[in-house]
């Protein structure tokens, strides 16, 4: 990362619009130019960015191999069911409202912009701040739109069929599958 760089490229969209960076990334890196979302400013300038601190393109840095491991990786993904993980989402989401999460967010306020508070949780309560929900439905888009993110994310490890799924109702049954795993994957 360099701030100065990726602040500049910031400064050039702000001031010339998406089209400079586009053209920019074409020039350094045609490859992943045909690729990218070329709508995506952030992912436009990130690029642009690595390109410029390595002065390699950023495909080059995304094709490379990964380098053989000294060890055995096991992916181990712990579940439970929908009921069970909303039921949590549900409890987790009011836990946090009454431990102050509104009023941590509401000193955030000048920065409601930055990409990084552009989040569940954030998101649904700038809008209770600037007028556009109340604080109820803040709290319930909060719980659904976390339970939304939860099933992509399941969604996504399912793709990955190196994975190992293993059902977290009974800590105890789910542990004891854990090192039987582990003491299979040792021989």
Known sequence: RDLRIRNQLNEQLLKYGIEKLQNQLEILDPVHFKIIDQKNPQ?????????????????ELLTKKPKPRSFKSIKILLHTEKEVLHQRIEKRVNLMVENGLFEEVENLIDHQNHNALKTVGYSEIFDFF??????????????????????????????????????NNKEKEALLKIEQIISENLK
């Open 43 to 59: 992912r436009l300038i990130r690029a642009i960015e690595v390109s410029l601190i390595t002065n390699k393109p950023y495909s």
């Open 130 to 167: 600037n007028g556009l929900i109340g604080k109820d439905e803040a709290i319930t888009k909060i719980k659904n739109n976390t339970k939304k993110y939860a099933k992509r994310q399941l969604t996504w490890f399912k793709k990955d069929k190196d994975y190992i799924w293993i059902n």
